[in-house]
């Protein structure tokens, strides 16, 4: 079976990476597990201060589907600290986690 992902590069506007990094631990983790497909999901602060997210999920629709999870979820609670730089979706070529 092949896993899908979504990845989002953010550009950080104001407070800190990791404050903003600890928001999203509180509150994406808890939404992103009661999402069907839902494999794991990872999130790192860039050397330029910027945030990447990384979410693995079961089929292609579910990925696409946290797509715009995502984005409202940001638009809601991240929209004054963060600002999205670049989003893909794509095929796990492998995972030696899964």
Request: hydrophobic fraction near 45%.
């Given at each position: ?17 990791q ?50 999870l ?29």
């Amino acid at each position: 079976m092949s896993h899908h992902f979504r990845v989002a590069m953010y550009d950080l506007t104001s407070g800190t990476a990791q404050e903003t990094v600890d928001i999203a631990r509180s509150q994406m983790i808890p939404l992103y597990e009661a999402q069907p497909g839902f494999v794991r999901y990872e999130v790192g602060i860039l050397d330029t201060g910027g945030i990447v997210s990384f979410s693995i999920w079961e089929t292609e629709q579910e990925a696409q589907t946290a797509v715009a999870l995502a984005a409202e979820w940001v638009a809601a609670n991240l929209a004054h600290r963060i600002s999205l730089r670049e989003e893909h979706t794509g095929d796990i070529a492998w995972d030696e986690a899964l």
